[in-house]
């Protein structure tokens, strides 16, 4: 039986992000930023500096909550979700209200789907997240095992619409732990090993933040105010200093995307984009 406290559903956590143009700076760097890119490297741009989409992954951290009885041992980040209503300003304040939405029955795990809304002090609605977490263990309790996922795989034998390699830094991981995420999975050689890793992996989030500025950059022109939904599956492992190639084809109004190594190895998959 599942330890997970399925009365949970609905519950709800409020929470309250400041953050300042460093803050918005960090991220920037974090997810790859270089100096020429100036509208989001510095603070005194004409116009305001701009912050990646992504960062609502971090700004929802304050609102994220979890069912009573979750092993967090057993957790593995699965799919995240991030819709975007106007662009982050650089720098302000920002409320979140999280809420647990779904726990399915997987049979060897549970699943949880999180939401969470981000809006100005103001009430300006800037962000939704929908993050979803895999407790291996946990399932088997005789739940809804919830929809069957969409498969959005690349056409096959077509080249895509766009592709952008960025190869990540040997310090990624270093700099983007900063933004808060602290587990020594990805700085500590001696905790990676432990874990099975032969050294310290990139955040997935930091992976999926690579991403966005693909798609910034490859279907935006650099414009986040056209970047309206990326929705994707993690599926494997980056270490600091590989490649990534993002790569999108379009589909019905949005774009299939695809994020793989300079070896092969798919990590973001059954993905997709919406973009003005």
């Not at 993002?246 to 299939?256: A, L, Q, V």
Request: with cysteine; proline share 5%.
């Amino acid at each position: 039986m599942s330890k997970i406290d399925l009365n949970s559903i609905g519950q709800t956590r409020e929470g309250s992000f400041q953050y300042d143009w460093k803050k918005s700076a960090l991220y920037n760097l974090g997810i790859g930023a270089q100096a020429e890119d100036l509208s989001f490297v510095y603070e005194r741009v004409k116009d305001g500096m701009k912050v990646f989409p992504s960062f609502a992954t971090i700004v929802a951290g304050s609102g994220l909550l979890f069912p009573k009885g979750t092993d967090f041992v057993r957790l593995l980040h699965g799919e995240q979700l991030i819709r975007l209503y106007v662009p982050f300003k650089p720098s302000g304040t920002i409320n979140t209200k999280g809420v647990i939405e779904h726990i399915y029955d997987k049979g060897k795990a549970a699943v949880i789907y999180t939401k969470v809304s981000g809006h100005s002090s103001e009430g300006e609605h800037i962000f939704d997240t929908m993050s979803g977490f895999f407790v291996v263990g946990s399932g088997g309790f005789g739940g809804d095992p919830g929809p069957k996922a969409e498969p959005l795989n690349p056409p096959e034998g077509v080249e895509p619409d766009f592709s952008i390699s960025y190869q990540t830094s040997k310090n990624q991981a270093a700099f983007y732990r900063l933004n808060g995420d602290s587990n020594p999975l990805h700085i500590d050689p001696n905790f990676a090993k432990m874990a099975g890793q032969p050294k310290p992996i990139l955040h997935g989030l930091c992976t999926y933040g690579i991403a966005t500025r693909a798609i910034v950059y490859g279907l935006c022109d650099g414009d986040v105010s056209r970047f309206k939904e990326f929705n994707a599956r993690f599926k494997g492992v980056v270490f600091p200093g590989e490649t990534l190639i993002t790569e999108g084809w379009k589909d019905n109004g949005r774009y299939i995307i695809q994020v793989k190594t300079d070896k092969g190895s798919v990590v973001l998959g059954n993905a997709y984009a919406i973009v003005e």
